[in-house]
């Protein structure tokens, strides 16, 4: 069974920390890996990975994937009030539209 | 601008009643989903939609729920007879390139 876990699930740090998010996935066939975020509602797309080793970057926010370790980090620098929220990771498994979510871990900036 | 518009953006019901959520996706899009997230829970798939016919679904999509693209831009999921269990938070996807976009979901109260 395709599964994708995160971890820690929650998280509280102060402005300018930077946050490490885990992400460990078990996929039957692998396409990639995504990372949203969620505050109110939505999940808004951060990063696609589908290349082992090759960083993305976005802002103070990057991610990379280890496919022969099956897992992802997310790192965001220099914490913002605005970065609290659900982040999200996910996996395609029967196709790129049908994504196993993990349970998320939920960040608070604190000022 | 966002990939899709979702209404209503919240909605009560009483169980038992039908309940039909919409969604508005950009004209050229072709693949459409409905994820649900129950409140405190993981996002959750449940139907994907190509070429005006189902492509897959999920265990959660029975009977009671049904999808369709009426006029060629809508996209709707319909709940025959709610239940209790519904409350939800909806979200419509669509698919550009291999990456998912959500809408602001449609978050249901069955009561």
């Known amino acids: 069974e395709d599964k994708v876990v995160q971890s820690p699930l929650s998280l509280v740090v102060h402005e300018g920390d930077t946050v490490t998010l885990n992400c460990s996935y078990e996929v039957t066939n692998f396409r990639s890996l995504l990372w949203y975020k969620q505050e109110k509602k939505a999940p808004t797309f951060l990063f696609m990975l589908?290349?082992?080793?090759i960083e993305k970057k976005s802002g103070r926010l990057s991610s990379i994937l280890d496919k022969k370790e099956l897992f992802s980090i997310l790192n965001i620098t220099a914490t913002q009030t605005g970065d609290s929220a659900i982040y999200l990771c996910?996996?395609?498994?029967?196709?790129?539209?049908?994504?196993?979510f993990g349970a998320g871990t939920q960040v608070v900036v604190t000022p | 601008e966002p990939e899709v518009t979702q209404t209503p953006s919240h909605q009560v019901t009483q169980m038992g009643q039908e309940v039909i959520l919409r969604c508005v996706p950009i004209?050229?899009?072709?693949?459409f989903y409905w994820y649900r997230q129950i409140l405190g829970q993981k996002v959750e798939f449940l139907v994907s939609f190509y070429n005006n016919e189902i492509s897959e679904k999920s265990e959660i999509f029975d009977d009671q729920f049904s999808v369709e693209r009426p006029d060629g831009s809508n996209f709707t999921l319909k709940i025959r007879s709610t239940k209790l269990e519904d409350s939800a938070m909806y979200f419509c996807?669509?698919?550009?390139?291999?990456?998912?976009?959500f809408g602001e979901g449609s978050w249901l109260t069955v009561v």
């Open positions: 589908t290349s082992s080793g």
């Open positions: 004209s050229n899009h072709l693949y």
């Open positions: 996910a996996g395609p498994t029967d196709s790129w539209g049908k994504l196993q």
């Open positions: 996807a669509t698919r550009t390139g291999n990456t998912i976009y």
